[in-house]
């Protein structure tokens, strides 16, 4: 299931949330670094949302200061973190990713920041104690578990979306493109 899904970015929440279940979990120390990601489609309603914004991936400088949403120039020279605060998301879901492509064209520069946007706690989630993201303008948690020593995979619980949304976490520390933060 794991390398299917990791192969096709692909699947349903179900076979995303057993192959969550199976993994280790993960402390909040060994989150610390830089990491470049993916999105696993499961047909959530947020599932474009991180490529429209041109996400990267995260960037955790320690359990108080991380950084939940790096995303590309729109040159792709450089990487820098967003405030996940200033982005349009409402409880109409659906219409989230027109709303932010819309919003990031028109005001990409203003949604930039290098202030912390989120914190790492480890919290139970699905019977299982494990590093979390809690951002902080946001009702967001990020859940991850433990691929292989340098690959985490990620769970979104939005807590207006009752589906979860899942996305891949690669350990990207000799990545020669610059993040300003």
Same mark, same amino acid.
């Given at each position: 299931? *794991? ?7 692909? $699947?349903?929440? !179900? ?11 993960? $402390? %909040?120390?060994?989150? /610390? &670094?830089?990491?470049? +990601? ?5 047909? @959530?309603?947020?599932? $474009?949302?991180?490529?429209?914004? &041109?996400?990267? +991936?995260?960037?955790?400088? +320690?359990?108080?200061?991380? @950084?939940?949403? /790096?995303? @590309?120039?729109?040159? &792709? ?16 879901? %659906?219409?989230?990713?027109? !709303? ?5 064209? #028109?005001?990409?520069?203003? *949604?930039?920041?290098?202030?912390? +946007?989120?914190? #790492? ?10 590093? $979390?993201? #809690? ?7 990020? @859940?991850? !578990? ?5 690959? /985490? ?11 979860? &949304? !899942? ?9 020669? /493109?610059?993040?300003?933060?």
């Amino acid at each position: 299931m *794991l390398d299917q899904m990791l192969r096709e970015r692909n $699947s349903d929440t !179900a076979t995303v949330l057993r192959v969550f279940d199976e993994l280790d979990p993960v $402390s %909040t120390d060994f989150l /610390i &670094g830089r990491w470049k +990601g993916f999105v696993i489609a499961t047909d @959530h309603p947020m599932d $474009s949302l991180l490529d429209t914004l &041109g996400w990267y +991936g995260k960037v955790f400088k +320690g359990v108080e200061d991380a @950084h939940p949403l /790096i995303v @590309h120039s729109l040159d &792709g020279t450089e990487l820098f973190a967003i405030d996940p605060s200033r982005l349009p998301l409402s409880v109409n879901a %659906t219409s989230v990713p027109e !709303a932010v492509s819309e919003f990031t064209k #028109l005001s990409r520069a203003d *949604l930039r920041t290098s202030f912390s +946007g989120g914190r #790492l706690r480890t919290v139970r989630y699905r019977e299982k104690l494990t590093g $979390s993201l #809690l951002y902080d303008a946001r009702p967001i948690l990020d @859940h991850f !578990a433990k691929i292989d020593a340098n690959t /985490i995979l990620g769970i979104m619980d939005f807590k207006d979306i009752p589906q979860a &949304g !899942a996305f891949v976490l690669e350990r990207d520390e000799g990545n020669a /493109i610059p993040i300003d933060l």
